[in-house]
């Protein structure tokens, strides 16, 4: 299938750059480094050590914050090699050159979607991994749903891949980048506006955080990655906080509503869709 020959190609390409070595390399520093922090933490200024549950319980919130920047080298990273994929090959004649030969514009852009996917489902799993293992192996604590960890993250380097790839079809490289990181972020920060409405008992911020969540469901995503990790306790003692803690981005009682998930899976339809649309009336 051709589809398949182009994905390939896809994934040759992106691991020759240097991108991706250094993606690599600084991933196996900070997994190190981080590893070395986790052994620490049962160290106390007067020279005991801490009870093991305290280490668990702060290993748990370490690995939070040290997944939320894992995720957002994820998207950024994610983003930076979708963006050029097809602008550039247009501009360079590449796809013109394709396209004479049998080849569907379809299978282009699934081609090219598909390897992309595989080179952001290949990161998350391999660092989600290798970091959990160096802090199983430094505190003997594991988060409850490590799986549900792995998919929730490479989900939202999924999500702005897509988007990625479908401002390629319009836009030059750096602008359709652009607009995905600065909806990234919005994404964010929506779901804290949402959070802090929640806390408040504001409809108007609830309605915006909502808004925001269904136009790019990256945030929502992240909420689910944090439930994943979560020990018992500690979402035992932010459901006795009540509303009060909603807006807290690294904090979550809840995992994902399936009716959300499955607005995610059809959000990912529409927009490959688009994509498709725009580059088959683009002018090579």
């Known amino acids: 299938?051709?589809?398949?020959?182009?994905?390939?190609l896809t994934v040759w390409e992106?691991?020759?750059?240097?991108?991706?070595?250094?993606?690599?390399?600084?991933?196996?520093?900070?997994?190190?480094?981080?590893?070395?922090?986790?052994?620490?933490?049962?160290?106390?200024?007067?020279?005991?050590r801490l009870p093991d549950y305290q280490i668990r319980l702060i290993a748990s919130q370490l690995l939070i914050v040290i997944v939320f920047m894992f995720a957002g080298v994820l998207a950024l990273s994610s983003v930076v090699l979708a963006s050029p994929t097809i602008s550039s090959d247009v501009e360079s004649g590449v796809l013109l050159a394709l396209l004479a030969r049998p080849v569907r514009r379809l299978d282009v852009v699934l081609g090219k979607w598909l390897g992309l996917a595989v080179l952001v489902v290949i990161y998350a799993a391999g660092a989600a991994i290798l970091e959990l293992l160096v802090l199983w192996w430094a505190t003997g604590y594991l988060p409850p749903r490590p799986v549900e960890l792995i998919v929730?993250?490479?989900?939202?380097?999924?999500?702005?891949m897509t988007l990625a790839l479908a401002l390629s079809t319009?836009?030059?490289?750096?602008?359709?980048?652009?607009?995905?990181?600065v909806g990234y972020f919005m994404a964010?920060?929506?779901?804290?506006?949402?959070?802090?409405?929640?806390a408040i008992h504001n409809d108007g911020l609830v309605t915006g955080g909502l808004i925001m969540k269904l136009l790019l469901p990256t945030d929502a995503l992240w909420r689910g990655a944090v439930f994943a990790m979560e020990p018992a306790t500690v979402i035992a003692a932010l459901k006795a906080t009540g509303s009060a803690g909603a807006g807290n981005p690294f904090g979550a009682t809840e995992p994902p509503a399936?009716?959300?998930l499955l607005w995610t899976v059809l959000w990912l339809v529409a927009v490959f869709g688009l994509t498709y649309w725009g580059f088959r009336r683009r002018a090579l």
Do not use: D, H, P
Request: aromatic share 6%.
């Open 1 to 8: 299938m051709a589809a398949l020959t182009i994905a390939k």
């Open 170 to 181: 319009r836009l030059a490289g750096m602008t359709g980048g652009i607009i995905a990181l």
């Open 152 to 160: 929730y993250v490479a989900g939202e380097g999924i999500i702005l």
């Open 14 to 48: 992106a691991s020759r750059r240097r991108l991706l070595l250094a993606l690599l390399l600084l991933t196996l520093v900070i997994i190190g480094l981080t590893g070395w922090g986790f052994t620490k933490l049962g160290e106390a200024g007067n020279g005991q």
């Open 188 to 198: 964010w920060i929506g779901g804290i506006v949402g959070g802090v409405g929640q």
């Open 258 to 260: 399936t009716a959300f």
